[in-house]
């Protein structure tokens, strides 16, 4: 499969625990980014990298949120202290560079935080 | 902040009919893109129209945009049942990444 691909593809984690999930891009996309998802609601942009450069955060990535993407190919997004608030569906994606152009994204990290 | 705003906010119709949902947004935009979802899955990328562009077709798709009201809308044709899917429009504004509006929740009654 040379989709995006995300693990896990669901989390159930106590409040207070850190969590990482992991993201594949297509291999030859440059961009990859993350987005956050709540029920009923449309994706939140968090970030994105340029190969391996992370070069815009959103104000809804706290200190608590980060982000890596440390070779220029699959990316991490560690949640720590988690909160109740953080349950959501972590969606990544990726992109050619070189202008914007379609994005394509992954199955989701369902996180859910007990 | 979520750049693109979608009407309707839900649409109920029987299969054969056809679909149109429209996305407003607030500032100028490079290109917008329309993506589908279906329940609990990620989003497919379904067609995007550049700022230059007025109208494009794919299938039983059609995509109008309206730079100077700021809006667009996505017809979907001859409408079936496996159409039934959130539909989100996504704002390019920078270059650099892009916003998706609230959602249009489509039902296809068979």
């Known amino acids: 499969d040379t989709g995006v691909s995300q693990n896990p593809r669901h989390k159930i984690t106590k409040r207070g625990q850190n969590v990482t999930f992991r993201c594949d891009p297509i291999s030859e996309h440059n961009r990859l980014y993350w987005y956050r998802q709540t029920l009923g609601q449309g994706p939140e942009f968090l970030t994105y990298?340029?190969?391996?450069?992370?070069?815009?955060k959103s104000r809804l990535l706290s200190d608590r949120f980060s982000a890596e993407r440390p070779k220029g190919s699959f990316s991490t997004l560690e949640i720590q202290r988690t909160e109740q608030g953080d349950s959501a569906m972590y969606l990544c994606?990726?992109?050619?560079?070189?202008?914007?152009?379609?994005?394509?994204f992954g199955q989701g990290t369902r996180l859910t935080v007990v | 902040s979520q750049q693109g705003e979608e009407d309707p906010q839900a649409l109920s119709i029987q299969e054969g009919e056809n679909a149109t949902m429209n996305c407003s947004y607030k500032t100028s935009i490079n290109n917008l893109q329309w993506y589908r979802q279906n329940s609990g899955r990620g989003l497919v990328h379904l067609i995007l129209i550049r700022s230059n562009e007025r109208e494009k077709h794919s299938g039983r798709l059609r995509v109008t945009l309206d730079t100077s009201k700021k809006s667009s809308s996505l017809l979907i044709t001859a409408s079936r049942a496996a159409d039934t899917a959130s539909y989100f429009c996504?704002?390019?504004?920078?270059?650099?990444?892009?916003?998706f509006g609230t959602g249009t929740s489509l039902t296809v009654i068979p």
């Open positions: 990298f340029q190969n391996e450069a992370q070069l815009e």
């Open positions: 996504a704002t390019d504004a920078t270059g650099n990444q892009f916003y």
């Open positions: 994606a990726s992109s050619r560079m070189g202008g914007f152009t379609e994005a394509f």
